[in-house]
């Protein structure tokens, strides 16, 4: 929410002193507020006046002593004289002496109320926020009676498992990669159209979906708890010690510690020692690890990817389910909320990303899939013994040269011819395992 007026804003008391708690349905319409700042460093204790669905006069016959402050501060802006504050310029910085049109006739909401958002958060007990540029790219979840800012990016979804993968090295590296960078210090910008729109999510097994819920339930639990505890740390310092222990830990890969920039090995300080030890930095660590590995089980990769080895295998995942997408298959976040609205013209809008010189084609390493049906057997069986662990189906198809969802009922069939004959071994989940050589 953009709100345009700094009289939106009340204290808890002052927001006490307009009804809060004794004014009945009062409560929907003064909230917690939250922005960028808050979420990184400690949060204030504040609260906004929402009246976004109420015309002037209803607000003002449900609520007098709110419409009052906000005639006062928001519509007039007066000072503690009476008198309307002014700008350098000696503009009257009331919302009724607005430029603009729409600010000065609906002065009693927000500037921009976004109204597509709260549909989309009604029915949740929580959202995941991220802040939009920042040093560290950090999700969390916020409950769903906080109003946040425009500042913070809203993903309306409450799955653990969705703020796990979204905190995973996989999603941290590829969203600067996409988002570009900005501001003082040149941070990370994360932005909804460059980084979550077209960001292929992994398809993963129940087993696998429930134990990345898991860590994502433990990561978040484990930073409020800290935070909490410990009302001088902040998320921000947290993770300026966890990047430290990264940067200093012996790595396989080229890559960047998760969830932050990849930064030059350093001794820790005796405050870095300090956060390390209250703030749980080795859990946070160990959870971040176990998250990345999850994840790369969820995609069906290996978890020593470097950066640029994960963004090659992104890219061409991007563009593999927007052709799916073309064809009107759509894995969807949120079925039940997103199948009714947006269904329809799915398969209209595939989001496929034009990247430029960043795509780089991956696909001229894969083998070819057989299209004779009894080389499709042994294929499949090199592809699930040249992994580390355990495959689907689908995540088979996806490593053969132009494959996908349109072999995978051939590879799956090979799959169950496979297993019949005790070349593979079929697993609960629905993945297949190689027989390895004793």
């Not at 913070?152 to 993968?165: F, N, Q, R, S």
């Not at 012996?250 to 890559?255: L, N």
């Not at 169950?416 to 593979?424: C, K, M």
């Amino acid at each position: 929410m953009k709100l345009h007026g700094a009289g939106f804003i009340v204290t808890r008391s002052e927001a006490q002193h307009l009804g809060l708690g004794r004014i009945e349905g009062l409560e929907t319409h003064i909230r917690e507020y939250r922005n960028g700042r808050d979420l990184t460093a400690r949060s204030r204790d504040v609260m906004v006046i929402d009246l976004f669905g109420l015309s002037a006069a209803e607000a003002r016959q449900k609520f007098p002593a709110v419409y009052q402050h906000l005639s006062k501060r928001v519509r007039y802006d007066l000072d503690a004289n009476g008198q309307p504050r002014v700008d350098k310029e000696g503009r009257k910085l009331g919302r009724e002496w607005n430029a603009r049109q729409s600010y000065k006739d609906s002065w009693w909401v927000f500037g921009e109320p976004r109204k597509d958002l709260r549909p989309a958060l009604e029915g949740i007990p929580r959202y995941i926020g991220t802040v939009e540029t920042t040093k560290h790219r950090v999700f969390q979840f916020l409950d769903a009676s906080v109003l946040a800012d425009n500042m913070i990016v809203v993903i309306a979804d409450a799955d653990a498992a969705t703020l796990a993968i979204l905190s995973s090295r996989f999603h941290t590296s590829w969203a600067p990669a996409m988002g570009g960078w900005l501001g003082y210090g040149n941070d990370p910008r994360y932005s909804k159209s460059r980084c979550f729109d077209p960001f292929p999510f992994p398809d993963p097994s129940d087993a696998v979906r429930q134990q990345l819920r898991s860590a994502g339930e433990e990561l978040d639990a484990l930073r409020k708890r800290v935070l909490a505890d410990h009302p001088d740390l902040t998320l921000t310092g947290l993770y300026n010690v966890l990047e430290k222990l990264n940067a200093d830990a012996p790595s396989t890969a080229s890559r960047s510690p998760s969830p932050v920039k990849n930064g030059g090995g350093s001794t820790l300080t005796d405050k870095d020692e300090d956060v390390k030890a209250r703030g749980l930095v080795l859990i946070l660590k160990e959870l971040h690890e176990t998250i990345d590995r999850l994840t790369a089980e969820a995609y069906g990769w290996p978890v020593d990817l470097s950066d640029q080895q994960i963004l090659e295998r992104l890219v061409a995942l991007n563009a593999e389910r927007a052709r799916e997408e073309a064809e009107g298959h759509v894995r969807w976040l949120r079925p039940d909320y997103q199948i009714p609205r947006f269904a329809k013209g799915a398969k209209t809008k595939t989001g496929e990303l034009d990247l430029g010189e960043t795509v780089v084609a991956i696909d001229a390493g894969k083998p070819a899939c057989p299209k004779d049906r009894h080389e499709q057997p042994l294929a499949v069986e090199a592809v699930l013994a040249a992994h580390a662990g355990p495959m689907d189906a689908t995540t088979i198809a996806r490593a053969f040269k132009g494959g996908g969802r349109k072999i995978e009922p051939r590879v799956m069939q090979a799959l169950i011819n496979l297993a019949r004959y005790g070349r593979v071994t079929a697993l609960a989940d629905g993945r297949f395992a190689a027989r390895r050589a004793a």
